[in-house]
């Protein structure tokens, strides 16, 4: 079973800087493509970065510049630096392999428990 565990959110001013990390479990880590989402109220849930097991990464337009993933396959480790955060980046972060891991025996996507960015103005 997978197991995801999100942390390092908090509340920030608007131009500050945050940390997460997720550490993962019951995953072949090293091989999957990873990724960091976001849900803000009301809203879908959207893949904000991505990084392959060649360390390529991907950035969604909003965050690009401004957030930097990376890995640690030796800790089963992914990480989001978040600089110059803004007012709309408020939203509960996710990790997940991209796309998401699945069980077919429980019919459902894994996903942690998250954790709360709010960024304030």
């Known amino acids: 079973q997978v197991q995801l565990v999100e942390s390092g959110g908090g509340l920030v001013q608007a131009g500050g800087s945050l940390t997460l990390s997720c550490t993962v479990s019951?995953?072949?880590?090293?091989?999957?493509?990873m990724g960091w989402y976001r849900q803000a109220p009301g809203k879908q849930r959207d893949l904000v970065a991505s990084?392959?097991?060649?360390?390529?990464?991907r950035y969604a337009d909003s965050v690009k510049g401004r957030f930097t993933i990376s890995r640690d396959n030796a800790k089963n480790m992914v990480t989001l630096q978040m600089n110059s955060l803004k007012p709309e980046d408020t939203a509960v972060y996710y990790c997940n392999a991209d796309p998401p891991f699945y069980s077919s025996t429980l019919n459902s996507v894994y996903w942690g428990q998250g954790t709360q960015v709010t960024v304030s103005s």
């Open positions: 019951g995953a072949l880590f090293s091989v999957t493509t």
């Open positions: 990084i392959s097991r060649g360390l390529s990464t």
